[in-house]
């Protein structure tokens, strides 16, 4: 409950006051409900930056398919202000979740009107210390943010890709990014991490400070704390570097085994990142490859996709970009809100019979009316950094308002269809792209015994319990 430990003496006091005190903290009405007495009585311990809201508006998310439903929203101003939060919440026996970009799509949250949401969105800065190579990315920047900051003062920093993102929501579950070819996983980059845990302590973990928590942050971070703010490697390039080549090709359906083919053999440098997608296109569904090159204008990049070209699109586009527009390309993937029930499967190999199979489930499920949004995708990056890495990470995106049982059953189908042709030994899902009705081996594969141990010493009451939780 939420006021559990408020006594009915104060629960009638605030009930009667209104919301009069502390109005630049609550958005509307008087103080009749428990997410009112809530704001009463931590908005005077935060600071003034801070605010609440009832509503998930101020905080929307990317899919709303099984999305958290809080009863109060408090949007934070500064570190401690989560600090302060977390707290509060433990002493009123509270339920809590923190949300960065709120893309996060598993089915594992379970945040109730009765629950607080920490909207982390305040916390957006990144810095740099002088020679640019390292930046304090706080826990609420998204993507964007920090591509921006970055280009600004001449470095590159590990992202994801799409612009949307919470950059250390996805860095904390791995951190695929265009970059990874060239410096690894983003969750690899990391140098320190300043982190609110599930007792309420706000600690500075490194590898020397805290090893083993320093361990199951990087990879299983929202099981473990609420980072505030991450310290991370920075790579300073010249601005002449600080672009990529990005093209994206069209080819017809007939093409799909010779573009299956072509993806799945390329040679991918270190420079490189690729794209395979189904998607629909002025109502057609169309097979599309999109990728980079990252460097210089003079770059490889046309003869790295030379065996893609090979195949012959039937629309080309590439152009040299900055490195801060690299991603707009995916901003269509951004939108937020209405129903995208996702599946993903780690892949070590592209069978083109599988896409074949793949793609006429697509066909008859996109003919159904309001799965038009719906997107089929693959993610290939070098894994030379990385060689524990899958090569290819698949994702399956759809957006459905209306038929959502049929569209959770082309996800499973089309996931089984992934997992048959594989190319590894055992079913294996990067946590970013589960789902949570995977068996937990398959997110967490040979680190779930120590993960489970480490959980029963760093969060023994399960206070991080809403993602894929431990
Ligand atoms: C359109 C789209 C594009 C994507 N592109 C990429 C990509 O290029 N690379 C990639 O690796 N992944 C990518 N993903 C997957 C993405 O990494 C995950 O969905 C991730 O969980 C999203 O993080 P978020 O902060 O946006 O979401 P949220 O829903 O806000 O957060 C997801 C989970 O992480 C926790 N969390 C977030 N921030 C913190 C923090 N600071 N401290 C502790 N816990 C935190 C939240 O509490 C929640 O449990 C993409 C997803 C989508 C929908």
Same mark, same amino acid.
């Given at each position: 409950? /939420?006021?559990?430990? +408020?006594?009915?003496?104060?629960?009638?006091?605030? %009930?009667?006051?209104?919301?009069? #005190?502390?109005?630049?903290?609550?958005?509307?009405?008087?103080?009749?409900?428990?997410?009112? &007495?809530?704001?009463?009585?931590?908005?005077?311990?935060?600071?003034?930056?801070?605010?609440?809201?009832?509503?998930? &508006?101020?905080?929307? *998310?990317?899919?709303?398919?099984?999305?958290?439903?809080?009863?109060?929203?408090?949007?934070?101003?500064?570190?401690? =202000?989560?600090?302060?939060?977390?707290?509060?919440?433990?002493?009123?026996?509270?339920? !809590?979740?923190?949300?960065?970009?709120?893309?996060?799509?598993?089915?594992? !949250?379970? +945040?109730? %009107?009765?629950?607080?949401?920490?909207?982390?969105?305040?916390?957006?800065?990144?810095?740099?210390?002088?020679?640019?190579?390292?930046?304090?990315?706080?826990?609420?920047?998204?993507?964007?943010?920090?591509?921006?900051?970055?280009?600004?003062?001449?470095?590159?920093?590990?992202?994801?890709?799409?612009?949307?993102?919470?950059?250390?929501?996805?860095?904390? @579950?791995?951190?695929?990014?265009?970059?990874? @070819?060239?410096?690894?996983?983003?969750?690899?980059?990391?140098?320190?991490?300043?982190?609110?845990?599930?007792?309420?302590?706000?600690? #500075?973990? #490194?590898?020397?400070?805290?090893?083993?928590?320093?361990?199951?942050? *990087?990879?299983?971070?929202?099981?473990?704390?609420?980072?505030?703010?991450?310290?991370?490697?920075?790579?300073?390039?010249?601005?002449?570097?600080?672009?990529?080549?990005?093209?994206?090709?069209?080819?017809?359906?007939?093409?799909?085994? =010779?573009?299956?083919?072509?993806?799945?053999?390329?040679?991918?440098?270190?420079?490189?990142?690729?794209?395979?997608? $189904?998607?629909?296109?002025?109502?057609?569904? &169309?097979?599309?490859?999109?990728?980079?090159?990252?460097?210089?204008?003079?770059? =490889?990049?046309?003869?790295?996709?030379?065996?893609?070209?090979?195949?012959?699109?039937?629309?080309?586009?590439?152009?040299?970009?900055?490195?801060?527009?690299?991603?707009?390309?995916?901003?269509? /993937?951004?939108?937020?809100?209405? $129903?995208?029930?996702?599946?993903?499967?780690? %892949?070590?190999?592209?069978?083109?019979?599988?896409?074949?199979?793949?793609?006429?489930?697509?066909? =008859? /499920?996109?003919?159904?009316?309001?799965?038009?949004?719906?997107?089929?995708?693959?993610?290939?990056?070098?894994?030379?950094?990385?060689?524990?890495?899958? *090569? !290819? +990470?698949?994702?399956?995106?759809?957006?459905?308002?209306?038929?959502?049982?049929?569209?959770?059953?082309? @996800?499973?189908?089309? *996931?089984?269809?992934?997992?048959? #042709?594989?190319?590894?030994?055992?079913?294996?899902?990067?946590?970013?792209?589960?789902?949570?009705?995977?068996?937990?081996?398959?997110?967490?594969?040979?680190?779930?015994?120590?993960?489970?141990?480490?959980?029963?010493?760093?969060?023994?009451?399960?206070?991080?319990?809403?993602?894929?939780?431990?």
């Amino acid at each position: 409950m /939420f006021f559990n430990n +408020l006594t009915i003496l104060q629960l009638g006091l605030l %009930l009667l006051q209104g919301s009069t #005190t502390f109005a630049k903290h609550i958005s509307s009405q008087t103080c009749n409900n428990c997410s009112c &007495v809530i704001a009463e009585t931590l908005g005077p311990k935060l600071s003034a930056g801070a605010s609440f809201a009832y509503s998930t &508006v101020a905080a929307p *998310r990317w899919s709303e398919f099984d999305a958290p439903d809080p009863g109060l929203v408090v949007n934070v101003a500064t570190e401690s =202000d989560v600090l302060i939060t977390v707290q509060y919440c433990n002493e009123n026996n509270i339920t !809590f979740l923190a949300q960065n970009g709120g893309h996060g799509w598993g089915q594992t !949250f379970h +945040l109730g %009107l009765e629950g607080l949401l920490i909207n982390l969105s305040g916390l957006n800065s990144t810095t740099f210390n002088a020679d640019k190579t390292e930046a304090t990315i706080q826990g609420g920047a998204l993507v964007r943010s920090v591509v921006d900051a970055a280009y600004s003062n001449g470095a590159q920093i590990p992202t994801g890709n799409c612009n949307c993102v919470g950059a250390l929501g996805a860095i904390l @579950g791995g951190g695929f990014g265009r970059l990874m @070819g060239l410096y690894g996983l983003g969750v690899d980059n990391l140098l320190s991490l300043n982190v609110v845990t599930a007792n309420g302590s706000q600690l #500075t973990v #490194t590898p020397e400070t805290e090893a083993e928590l320093w361990w199951a942050l *990087r990879g299983t971070g929202p099981n473990f704390g609420i980072v505030t703010s991450a310290t991370i490697t920075s790579y300073p390039v010249t601005t002449a570097e600080n672009g990529a080549w990005a093209a994206s090709f069209i080819f017809t359906e007939d093409q799909i085994e =010779d573009v299956v083919e072509a993806v799945g053999a390329l040679d991918l440098l270190p420079e490189m990142a690729v794209f395979l997608y $189904y998607a629909v296109s002025d109502g057609t569904p &169309v097979v599309l490859v999109s990728g980079s090159y990252a460097g210089a204008n003079n770059s =490889d990049g046309p003869n790295a996709f030379a065996s893609i070209t090979a195949v012959g699109p039937v629309v080309e586009q590439a152009a040299w970009e900055p490195f801060n527009e690299v991603n707009a390309g995916g901003d269509s /993937f951004c939108a937020k809100g209405g $129903y995208k029930p996702a599946y993903g499967a780690g %892949l070590a190999e592209l069978v083109p019979a599988t896409w074949r199979s793949i793609w006429n489930e697509f066909v =008859d /499920f996109v003919a159904i009316n309001g799965t038009s949004a719906s997107t089929v995708m693959v993610d290939c990056y070098p894994m030379e950094k990385d060689p524990d890495s899958t *090569r !290819f +990470l698949f994702v399956l995106s759809l957006e459905i308002y209306y038929q959502l049982q049929c569209c959770i059953s082309f @996800g499973k189908s089309v *996931r089984s269809l992934w997992y048959e #042709t594989s190319g590894i030994a055992t079913n294996a899902t990067y946590i970013n792209y589960a789902v949570g009705d995977e068996p937990y081996s398959v997110v967490y594969g040979d680190n779930l015994a120590t993960l489970e141990s480490l959980k029963s010493v760093w969060d023994p009451s399960r206070k991080f319990d809403q993602f894929f939780p431990l």
